[in-house]
């Protein structure tokens, strides 16, 4: 990686997931935040952040169709729960960053990059990112560690693809 002394410093960084993505899905503490430049969810104009605990207290809203299949699309990862419950409290103690692949129709429509991303590139990818991400977490004080886990289709069964941490005692 070239300028290793720059990472994060400019917030540029997750620009780089819209060459596999065309919406950026985060789940962190009590927040919902999704980045969806091409305004597919025409409701939000380009992105959201949500207070899912303020949003939860009034589920009966003009978003709440969208916020409820997001959520669901978290359900049972990492030990996230989402329910309809109003007296649930929300909180995840950790982030979690979902990158819905760009394929299939998605891939004409995108102002990003209109063509596919599919397995086989992501896996590419990963692979490039995973000789460097070691020196990656030296210039990132606040991640302790990067796991990267693969899902199989329809199933929130995870198997543990790669792991690095940072290691705070030198």
Known sequence: INYMDKIGKFGMGSRSYFHVSDMIIIIS???LVFLDP????PLFKGGQMVDLNHFMSDVKNEYTSYIL???QSFDKIFDFEYSLS???NYFYDGTIIRLPLRMGKWTKLSSFAPYPCGTTKISLNIKKFMDDAP????FLQNVKKIEIYKFSDYS???ELYFKTCRNDNE
């Open 29 to 31: 503490g009590d927040k």
């Open 38 to 41: 091409d305004e597919r969810l």
């Open 69 to 71: 299949d997001i959520l």
């Open 86 to 88: 109003k007296k649930k």
């Open 135 to 138: 020196e990656c977490l030296l």
């Open 156 to 158: 929130s069964c995870s």
